[in-house]
């Protein structure tokens, strides 16, 4: 089982209000990822971090921002929610090295996200 | 251009039967090859992961296969049971970057009938 968390689970929030999606692991991972996913859709990389105060912006363009402060905490920002905002985010962490090592990466549950 | 292609998109089978989904890939150069299982409303779950030397790789009643001459992978569900309903997504990694970029495929949903 994976030690990766996410909340809140499911949201229903008003065009223009601010929203925080957090996530949390207790492995000690380096690396973190935002992925943003609609339905039947792939996965697209909108956040990474390799490190604490590290963070870049992924593949798909995204209007939301990260911070990595603490090692464990990853959480992800939409400063003025639009309906396009609206998705499943998923959060995910995997141990130093990358992707090419193999490393397993374990991802959360998953937030969804509707603005209307 | 760096693309991973699954077949079929959906698949319904009977409940103790087995199934294969394909999974073919463009990504180059190429680094290892995961198979991810969803649930539906959940985050993917890790099912195999295999690298350059690796042709097949087992997790239970999951077997993973991998050509890397041909860029073609595939799992095999053996047995199938109602929980193995679910989408299934290849997902490739290449070392052409520090990132080990991870490439998604849109899955293949498959239910398992009763």
């Known amino acids: 089982e994976a030690d990766i968390y996410q909340t809140p689970r499911y949201l229903v929030i008003g065009t223009g209000k601010k929203i925080t999606l957090e996530c949390s692991q207790t492995?000690?991972?380096?690396?973190m990822y935002w992925y943003q996913q609609d339905p039947g859709m792939e996965l697209h990389l909108i956040h990474y971090?390799?490190?604490?105060?590290?963070?870049e912006k992924g593949d798909l363009s995204s209007e939301s921002t990260v911070s990595r402060i603490r090692t464990e905490h990853f959480p992800l920002t939409l400063e003025s929610a639009r309906p396009s905002h609206t998705s499943q985010y998923l959060c995910?962490?995997?141990?130093?090295?990358?992707?090419?090592?193999?490393?397993?990466?374990?991802f959360g549950e998953g937030s969804w996200l509707t603005v209307v | 251009k760096n693309q991973v292609e699954q077949s079929p998109q959906s698949l319904i089978i009977l409940e103790g039967k087995n199934c294969t989904l394909q999974?073919?890939?463009?990504?180059?150069?190429?680094?290892?090859l995961r198979w991810y299982k969803q649930d539906t409303g959940r985050g993917p779950v890790s099912l195999t992961i295999?690298?350059?030397?690796?042709n097949t790789k087992s997790n239970g009643r999951y077997t993973a296969t991998l050509d890397a001459d041909t860029k073609q992978s595939s799992l095999h569900i053996t047995a199938s049971q109602l929980s193995d309903s679910a989408s299934y997504i290849c997902?490739?990694?290449?070392?052409?970057?520090?990132?080990?970029?991870?490439?998604f495929g849109r899955g293949t949903q498959l239910t398992v009938w009763p």
């Open positions: 999974c073919n890939y463009t990504v180059s150069p190429f680094s290892n």
């Open positions: 971090s390799y490190g604490v105060n590290s963070t």
């Open positions: 997902v490739v990694s290449d070392r052409g970057s520090t990132l080990g970029r991870l490439y």
């Open positions: 492995m000690g991972h380096d690396k």
């Open positions: 295999m690298t350059f030397s690796e």
């Open positions: 995910a962490s995997s141990e130093s090295g990358t992707g090419s090592s193999g490393n397993t990466i374990y």
